[in-house]
């Protein structure tokens, strides 16, 4: 049997940098993936998604721009904006493990589970590990309506060679809003089934309401407060069920996407034979993101579940794990001014305190918002959503949290992101000099 000074479980972004540290700390690792190494983000995530939103985008500047001195249409060759995804995902896992070779990682192919406090089975192999990490990311939530089996992920999405004319989005979160603008624009017809009362929850009412429009313009039928309860299969379409506040509903569609939430991946583990212990699929950690129960075992990323299921987090949990791993309990992550961005066309974007939140915290807030299509940011791009939102702690001048949608909001917001997390206030961001045009330079009138 093999000891490692740690066992990583996963090859995602968390697994990925905690790896890397442990064993540029002189510390023998080995990683374990059943998928091809790479994570959600490289392979089924971010990275792909933001590859067809390149398609999506060309063609949406392009019909904005239409007798602004652009003629002519543009459109999707979906078969071709898969390739050019390829591009980038096929050789990702090669990398990946090339990478872990030349750092002196050992890398193991398989489903791994625990099989004793300190020990990890992965096909025939049993490793036994001084400190161990539980790296395993998302899966979508198991749904428990009948015909859920008849779904599609997003993972599957991403390969498809030919885009279906009808889609059914089952939620109305991330991945509803990202997916249904891609396709609208490559000429499907989508409709949004949404339980929650509106869409996109994470982010400020408001401002997603002046996104709203856009769904609109671009053919996106949304329908709120529709809990999806059934999907049948009739031929070759699909009959989805939803319970409406208007009684039952019933879309046809050729294809149905799950974007109705993923979970911690945990549950093929066998946590119990390992004494870690989990509450409602969630594993249970204490500050320094190590199990309550088996202190050997860390965990960092959408698995942890401790910060938003984002990459930067996953990335900045791996750090945090790591740090305690190598020195010893020392680390405490700190989620403030996480930036979290929808990317739609145009994106949404959030860091900070919520309105809410805000007016709890604050003893005095000063909240700004306004629609502001008419500023020359939107205008020369011809694009008519742009608007925000700021929170201001009156007291401190310090920025609480700021919520944008329109031009370059998924930039912006990264400069919101620096000044949360460094405290830095209004007249820091208003006394600095932004280039211009850029985006930016407009964050001294939001605030
Ligand atoms: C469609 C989509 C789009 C997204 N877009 C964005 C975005 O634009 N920006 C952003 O910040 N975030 C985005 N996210 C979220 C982001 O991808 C995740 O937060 C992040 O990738 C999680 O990284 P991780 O390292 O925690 O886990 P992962 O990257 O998921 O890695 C976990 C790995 O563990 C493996 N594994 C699981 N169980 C086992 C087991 N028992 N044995 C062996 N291996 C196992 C899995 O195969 C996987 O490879 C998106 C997610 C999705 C689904
Ligand atoms: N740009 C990004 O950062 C990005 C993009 C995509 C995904 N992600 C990550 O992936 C995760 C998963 O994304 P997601 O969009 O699946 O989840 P989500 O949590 O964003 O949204 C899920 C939505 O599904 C709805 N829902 C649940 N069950 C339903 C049902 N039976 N019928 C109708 N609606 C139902 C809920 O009301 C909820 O609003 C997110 O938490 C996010 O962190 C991030």
Redesign the pocket.
């Known amino acids: 049997m093999n000891t490692y000074d740690l066992i990583v ?7 990925q940098v905690a790896a890397s540290r442990v064993r540029k700390a002189g510390r023998s690792v080995a990683v ?4 091809p190494f ?4 490289a392979l ?3 990275d792909p ?2 590859m067809l939103v390149s398609g999506a985008e060309a063609v949406d500047f392009a019909r904005r721009m239409r007798d602004h001195g652009v003629s002519g249409d543009l459109h999707i060759d979906w078969k071709d904006l898969i390739a050019f995804k390829r591009t980038f995902t096929d050789p990702v896992p090669r990398k990946r493990e090339e990478n872990f070779e030349s750092q002196g990682i050992d890398a193991f192919h ?4 625990f099989t004793g406090p300190d020990r990890v089975a992965v096909g025939d192999h049993t490793l036994r590990g001084r400190q161990v990490l539980i ?4 899966r979508p939530a198991v749904l428990d309506f009948a015909g859920a089996s008849h779904l599609t992920t ?1 993972d599957v999405f991403m390969e498809l060679d030919q885009l279906p004319g009808r889609i059914v989005m089952v939620g109305g979160g ?2 509803a809003a990202e997916f249904s603008h891609i396709a609208a624009r490559a000429g499907a017809r989508v409709t949004v089934l949404q339980r929650a009362a509106r869409m996109l929850p994470a982010f400020d009412s408001e401002v997603v309401g002046w996104l709203m429009e856009r769904f609109t313009e671009i053919g996106v039928d949304v329908r709120i407060g529709n809990a999806v309860t059934a999907i049948e299969r009739s031929g070759n379409d699909y009959r989805v069920r939803a319970l409406t506040p208007q009684g039952e509903a019933i879309v046809t569609a050729d294809l149905v996407v799950h974007a109705a939430g ?1 979970r911690p ?1 945990v549950t ?2 066998d946590l119990s034979a390992a004494n870690v212990a989990v509450a409602n699929g969630k594993l249970q950690l204490n500050d320094f993101l190590q199990s309550v129960s088996n202190p050997i075992v860390y965990a ?4 942890a579940a401790r910060g938003p ?6 990335s900045y949990d791996a750090k945090v794990a790591a740090g305690n791993i190598l020195e010893g309990n020392r680390y405490k992550p700190d989620y403030r001014g996480v930036p979290s ?1 929808a ?1 739609t066309l145009p994106p949404i974007a959030a860091v900070g305190l919520s309105e809410s939140a805000a007016r709890v915290q604050a003893s005095k807030l000063r909240v700004k918002s306004a629609s502001v299509p008419n500023w020359y940011t939107a205008r020369r791009v011809a694009e008519s959503i742009y608007g925000y939102k700021t929170l201001v702690d009156e007291g401190s001048g310090r920025i609480l949290g700021a919520h944008l949608v329109g031009p370059y909001a998924d930039e912006v917001i990264n400069l919101f992101a620096l000044a949360i997390r460094h405290d830095l206030t209004v007249e820091d961001l208003k006394s600095t000099m932004f280039a211009y045009p850029t985006g930016a330079s407009d964050i001294g009138s939001m605030l």
């Open positions: 479980i996963g090859s995602g972004t968390a697994a374990i993936d059943h998928r790479g994570g959600t983000c089924r995530g971010c998604k933001k398989g489903l791994a589970r790296a395993t990311g998302p997003s991330y991945i993923r991946d093929e583990l960092a990323g959408d698995a299921p984002l990459t930067p987090v996953s961005v990317f």
